[in-house]
């Protein structure tokens, strides 16, 4: 669950994706804006339990339960419980805090993918094809993935701002504050106080994040569809068509912590508690929440949402 929340938006997708095509380029593009606004809005509870959980908000107390081999273990509660105690504070509409800052951050990133791919077409590219020796193949994916690279870093960086507002309005929760409570008035707040650079807070990591990404999946399905799967098979383009999408799954666990990083630094030292001690320090840079995280063992934390163990000898501010 949390591996395919941690995926960057837009690289990848399932295979398929025909109806899109097949729509013409308008009409694609409308319907990759309704389709990614769709997918933000349903995802939105998922995030913002993951966002609760990334800054240590742990309001619940652990239970006891058993591993697989029938030992007890404490067991932070998870995803459906920690909903459930948002609804009870919130009601079902506190689910889905900060999802207009989200809608339109992931709007101005799909509408960014797409304007920069008008500009720089991957016609004018060559596609890796069966019929390529190995180095005119691993050529081809070198370039298609520059231009993804591209795509994407242009695209986080006009949408990270309204990420940012996004971020900031969900851990109000931990707080109660009513800080950020509309989008025009968040960004004032923001550019008196942070100035510009204020709406850029957590950028670094989250690029880093996705350009490893990008790189570390597009070179390990071209080099496992290139060696490991036999052309004689017959199920072999199918199972090179969804390489890359599982792939992406496998290593958006390897890129996490950029992700909780980059959420840390766009929350943290910001006036919310959150953002403040005991959940954390005020970090001079995302290098120094990195090695802060380090030391704790936590640069994973919030990468799992069903079955969470809670630390040995942890202790959680309980409100």
Same mark, same amino acid.
């Given at each position: 669950?949390?591996?395919?929340?941690?995926?960057?938006?837009?690289?990848?997708?399932?295979?398929?994706?025909?109806?899109?095509?097949?729509?013409?380029?308008?009409?694609?593009?409308?319907?990759?804006?309704?389709?990614?606004?769709?997918?933000?809005?349903?995802?939105? &509870?998922?995030?913002?339990?993951?966002?609760?959980?990334?800054?240590?908000?742990?309001?619940?107390? &652990?239970?006891?339960?058993?591993?697989?081999?029938?030992?007890?273990?404490?067991?932070?509660?998870?995803?459906?419980?920690?909903?459930?105690?948002?609804?009870?504070?919130?009601?079902?509409?506190?689910?889905?805090?900060?999802?207009?800052?989200?809608?339109?951050?992931?709007?101005?990133?799909?509408?960014?993918?797409?304007?920069?791919?008008?500009?720089?077409?991957?016609? +004018?590219?060559?596609?890796?094809?069966?019929?390529?020796?190995?180095?005119?193949?691993?050529?081809?994916?070198?370039?298609?993935?520059?231009?993804?690279?591209?795509?994407?870093?242009?695209?986080?960086?006009?949408?990270?701002?309204?990420?940012?507002?996004?971020?900031?309005?969900?851990?109000?929760?931990?707080?109660?504050?009513?800080?950020?409570?509309?989008?025009? /008035?968040?960004?004032?707040?923001?550019?008196?106080?942070?100035?510009?650079?204020?709406?850029?807070?957590?950028?670094?990591?989250?690029?880093?994040? +996705?350009?490893?990404?990008?790189?570390?999946?597009?070179?390990?399905?071209?080099?496992?569809?290139?060696?490991?799967?036999?052309?004689?098979?017959?199920?072999? /383009?199918?199972?090179?068509?969804?390489?890359?999408?599982?792939?992406?799954?496998?290593?958006?666990?390897?890129?996490?912590?950029?992700?909780?990083?980059? +959420?840390?630094?766009?929350?943290?030292?910001?006036?919310?508690?959150?953002?403040?001690?005991?959940?954390? &320090?005020?970090?001079?840079?995302?290098?120094?929440?990195?090695?802060?995280?380090?030391?704790?063992?936590?640069?994973?934390?919030?990468?799992?949402?069903?079955?969470?163990?809670?630390?040995?000898?942890?202790?959680?501010?309980? +409100?």
């Amino acid at each position: 669950v949390a591996a395919m929340a941690a995926l960057p938006p837009g690289p990848l997708s399932p295979p398929g994706g025909g109806a899109a095509d097949a729509a013409g380029p308008e009409g694609a593009e409308g319907l990759f804006v309704l389709l990614g606004a769709g997918l933000a809005a349903a995802s939105h &509870p998922l995030l913002y339990v993951k966002l609760l959980v990334q800054v240590g908000h742990e309001p619940l107390p &652990p239970t006891i339960g058993r591993n697989v081999l029938g030992r007890k273990v404490l067991y932070l509660p998870g995803f459906f419980t920690y909903a459930r105690h948002i609804v009870e504070v919130d009601g079902k509409r506190g689910l889905f805090r900060g999802l207009t800052p989200r809608l339109i951050s992931s709007t101005l990133s799909t509408i960014t993918r797409g304007s920069v791919k008008k500009a720089f077409p991957l016609e +004018d590219m060559e596609h890796v094809s069966n019929r390529d020796d190995v180095k005119t193949s691993l050529r081809k994916v070198v370039r298609e993935t520059s231009h993804e690279m591209m795509m994407q870093c242009v695209s986080r960086l006009v949408s990270h701002p309204l990420h940012v507002i996004s971020m900031r309005c969900m851990v109000q929760f931990v707080g109660r504050e009513v800080k950020y409570s509309g989008v025009f /008035s968040a960004i004032g707040r923001i550019f008196k106080e942070e100035g510009i650079l204020g709406f850029f807070v957590g950028l670094v990591p989250h690029i880093l994040g +996705d350009v490893i990404f990008l790189w570390c999946c597009n070179l390990l399905a071209h080099f496992i569809n290139t060696y490991a799967v036999d052309d004689n098979f017959s199920q072999a /383009s199918v199972i090179r068509s969804y390489t890359k999408f599982v792939m992406g799954i496998a290593v958006s666990m390897l890129t996490y912590p950029f992700l909780l990083v980059g +959420d840390l630094m766009a929350v943290n030292n910001c006036g919310l508690r959150a953002g403040l001690p005991p959940y954390a &320090p005020a970090f001079a840079s995302w290098i120094h929440c990195w090695r802060y995280l380090s030391a704790q063992g936590q640069l994973f934390r919030g990468s799992s949402l069903l079955f969470r163990r809670a630390p040995i000898a942890a202790s959680f501010p309980i +409100d």
